[in-house]
C-alpha cells in the first residue's frame, strides 16, 4: 500500500504543469484597456492598484488587518498559481504608471523630477523581484523566464537613461532589446508582432546613448545586439530553444512563400492538421474511389476554414478595400486566406486527376464502366482538363501572389501540360464523329504543346514522363486520322468521277449549287440562273368550317310560355276600351 501512494504521489507531481505568464501580451493588453490608448497614466494606475488588491485578497496575502500592516511578499515557496507572479508584475506597473505620469506633470513643474526618479525606482525594484523569482524557479517555464529577465532589464535600461548613465542604460537596454528579438523568432506571427514593437521603442533610446557615450560603431544596432549579454549567452540559447519546442507542440502558427501567418481559428488549425496528415492516408490506399473520399472531405473542411476566417476579414477595412479595388497591402490573416484558396486548387487538381485517370483508362483501353456509371466519351475528358486548366490559371491572381514570378512560371508550365492533353482529347473527339481533318490539326497543336512543355524545366518529372507517354499516342492516332482523311478524299473524288454533268445545263444554277460544273453559258448574253417566271408552288388553302351539328340538334318546347287565344280574348285595359271609338280597327 506504501509504494502505491508513493507511485500516485510521483505520477501527480510529473503532472504538474509549469507556470506561464505572457508578460508582454498581458501587460499591452490591460493597458489598452485602461487608459493608455489616450495616454491617461492616471486611469491606469488606478486601475493597478485595484487589481493588486483584488489579487491579494484572491490569494490570501493581504498585507492589512484594520489599523496594523503586515508586510506579505511572494516567495519562491509558496508561488502556487500564476496570479501569485501577478502581484509583483502589477506592482511595478503601477509605479511605472505613476513615474509617466510625473513626467508629463514635470514639465510644468520642475520639482516633481525628483518624485518621478523614486517611482521609477520603486517599478525597478519589484521588476527585479519578479525575475529574480521566475529565474530561481523550476515552476516557470523558458518563456515567462525570459520575459521577466527582458521587463527587468527594460526597466533598469529606463532608470539609467533617466539619470544620465548613459553606458549602463545602452548595456541594460541592448540586453532587454536581445531578448526581445530571439523571442519574436520563436514564437508566432502575432505575439511575435508585439517583441518587434518593443524593440522599435528601445531602438531611439540605444541610438541616443550611442549619441552621448560618442562610440560612433555603437550607432549600428547590428552591432549593439551582442552587447549586454554577458555571460548568459549559453543560458540565453537553452531558454530560447526551449521555448521553441514548446510552441512546436501546437499549430500556432505556419510558413509559406517566405512570409509567417498566426492560424487562430479552430476550424483552420484543424484543417492544416487533417491536410497534413491526409498524405500518408492517401499513400496507403490504391483506390481511386478511396482517394476522391479523401479529397472530398478535404474540400469540405476548407470551405469551413475559409467562412470562418473571411466572417473575421471583412470586418478589416484593408481586406475590404483590397477586395473591391484589387490593390494595397496584404495582411497576415489576408494572406492566410490566399493560403487556403491555393490548398483548396490543389486538392481540387489532385481529386480531378485521379478521376481522369480512372476515365482515361477507360477510354483508351476501352474497358466497360460499371453499372450505374455511364459511358466515358472524349468530351468528358476535355470537360475536365479545362476546369483544371481554368483552377491553375486562377492561383496567380489570388492577393498577395500576383508578383510572386516563380509560382507564376511554375503554373504556366502545368497549364501547358495540361493544354496538350486537352487538345489530344478534343482530336478523339473528332476522329469519333469523323471528321479527320480536324482531328489532323489539333493532334499538330498538341504536339506543338508537347514541345513546350518539354522545354520548360520547371516542370517536374513524373510530368515529363507522362509527355513522352502522350507523344507516342499522338504519333498513332495521328497515322489513323491521316489514312481516314485519304481515304475519305478518293471517296468523294469517286463521287464527283461518277457526276452526270451534261444533266447539269439543262438544271437552273441555284438547284445545283452542291454540284461542281463549269458552264460556259454563265458568261453569256442568256445563264441558266433560275426559272423565270418561277413555278406556282403548292400552299394549303384556307379551311372552311361548316357548321353541320344544328341539324341534329332538338330544340326545347316553348310552348307553355306562348299567349293562347282565350289568354288575348279576355284581355283588358284603355286598348280594349278605346278599340270601339274607332282605335285599333281597320
Request: proline fraction near 3%; charge should be negative.
Amino acid at each position: 500500500m506504501y509504494q502505491e501512494e508513493v507511485e500516485v504521489e510521483e505520477v501527480e507531481v510529473e503532472e504538474v504543469k509549469p507556470l506561464s505568464l505572457k508578460v508582454l501580451l498581458l501587460i499591452r493588453d490591460q493597458q489598452q484597456k485602461h487608459g493608455l490608448r489616450h495616454a491617461d497614466y492616471q486611469r491606469y494606475r488606478g486601475y493597478c492598484s485595484r487589481r493588486l488588491r483584488r489579487i491579494r485578497k484572491a490569494v490570501g496575502l493581504v498585507q492589512g488587518e484594520k489599523k496594523k500592516f503586515h508586510k506579505k511578499e511572494v516567495s519562491e515557496e509558496g508561488l502556487k498559481e500564476e496570479k501569485h507572479l501577478h502581484i509583483p508584475l502589477v506592482t511595478a506597473e503601477r509605479a511605472w504608471a505613476y513615474y509617466m505620469q510625473l513626467k508629463f506633470e514635470s514639465n510644468s513643474d520642475p520639482r516633481k523630477k525628483f518624485h518621478m526618479i523614486n517611482r521609477l525606482r520603486k517599478a525597478r525594484k519589484y521588476g527585479e523581484q519578479l525575475d529574480s523569482l521566475c529565474a530561481d524557479s523550476d515552476k516557470v517555464d523558458a518563456r515567462t523566464k525570459l520575459e521577466t529577465k527582458a521587463y527587468h532589464c527594460w526597466l533598469t535600461g529606463t532608470l539609467h537613461f533617466e539619470t544620465g548613465k548613459w553606458a549602463e542604460a545602452q548595456a541594460m537596454l541592448t540586453q532587454a532589446r536581445t531578448i526581445y528579438e530571439s523571442l519574436s523568432q520563436a514564437v508566432g506571427e502575432e505575439e511575435g508582432s508585439l517583441f518587434r514593437q518593443k524593440m522599435d521603442e528601445i531602438t531611439p533610446s540605444l541610438r541616443y546613448c550611442s549619441y552621448n557615450i560618442g562610440d560612433a560603431s555603437r550607432a549600428d544596432l547590428i552591432a549593439l545586439r551582442g552587447e549586454g549579454v554577458g555571460g548568459q549567452g549559453g543560458d540565453l540559447d537553452n531558454l530560447i530553444s526551449q521555448t521553441r519546442e514548446e510552441q512546436a507542440a501546437t499549430l500556432q502558427d505556419i510558413e509559406w512563400r517566405g512570409r509567417k501567418m498566426a492560424v487562430k481559428h479552430e476550424k483552420v488549425r484543424l484543417f492544416l492538421l487533417s491536410y497534413q496528415e491526409s498524405e500518408q492516408e492517401l499513400a496507403k490506399t490504391s483506390q481511386s474511389e478511396t482517394k476522391v473520399g479523401v479529397y472530398e472531405s478535404l474540400l469540405l473542411d476548407c470551405k469551413d476554414g475559409l467562412q470562418a476566417l473571411r466572417d473575421d476579414l471583412l470586418v478589416d477595412p484593408e481586406f475590404r478595400s483590397r477586395q473591391q479595388n484589387g490593390e494595397g497591402k496584404v495582411g497576415s490573416q489576408h494572406f492566410l486566406y490566399t493560403y487556403l484558396q491555393f490548398i483548396r486548387h490543389n486538392i481540387t487538381l489532385n481529386r480531378n486527376t485521379v478521376l481522369l485517370q480512372s476515365m482515361r483508362d477507360q477510354l483508351d483501353k476501352g474497358e466497360k464502366p460499371e453499372e450505374g456509371k455511364k459511358t466515358v466519351k472524349a468530351q468528358d475528358i476535355v470537360r475536365m482538363y479545362e476546369n483544371m486548366i481554368q483552377n491553375l490559371g486562377e492561383i496567380p491572381t489570388l492577393a498577395g501572389l500576383e508578383e510572386d514570378d516563380d509560382l507564376s512560371a511554375g503554373i504556366q508550365s502545368k497549364i501547358t501540360f495540361y493544354k496538350a492533353f486537352r487538345s489530344y482529347y478534343i482530336a478523339q473527339a473528332f476522329i469519333a464523329s469523323q471528321k479527320w481533318g480536324e482531328a489532323m490539326a489539333v493532334f499538330q497543336r498538341s504536339m506543338q504543346y508537347v514541345g513546350q512543355a518539354r522545354a520548360d524545366s520547371s516542370l517536374e518529372k513524373n510530368l515529363v514522363e507522362e509527355l513522352a507517354k502522350l507523344e507516342t499516342a499522338i504519333e498513332g492516332r495521328q497515322f489513323v486520322a491521316h489514312a481516314n482523311s485519304i481515304l475519305e478524299t478518293e471517296m468523294a473524288t469517286d463521287k464527283m468521277a461518277g457526276l452526270e454533268l451534261n444533266t447539269a445545263k439543262t438544271v437552273p444554277l441555284v438547284d445545283r449549287l452542291d454540284q461542281y460544273y463549269e458552264d460556259p453559258d454563265l458568261v453569256k448574253g442568256k445563264p441558266n440562273l433560275i426559272n423565270f417566271p418561277p413555278e406556282f408552288s403548292p400552299i394549303p388553302c384556307k379551311p372552311l368550317f361548316y357548321d353541320v351539328a344544328l341539324y341534329h340538334v332538338e330544340m326545347p318546347s316553348l310552348d307553355h310560355k306562348l299567349e293562347t287565344a282565350d289568354a288575348g280574348a279576355g284581355a283588358g285595359g284603355l286598348g280594349g276600351w278605346l278599340g270601339g271609338w274607332g282605335w285599333g280597327k281597320k
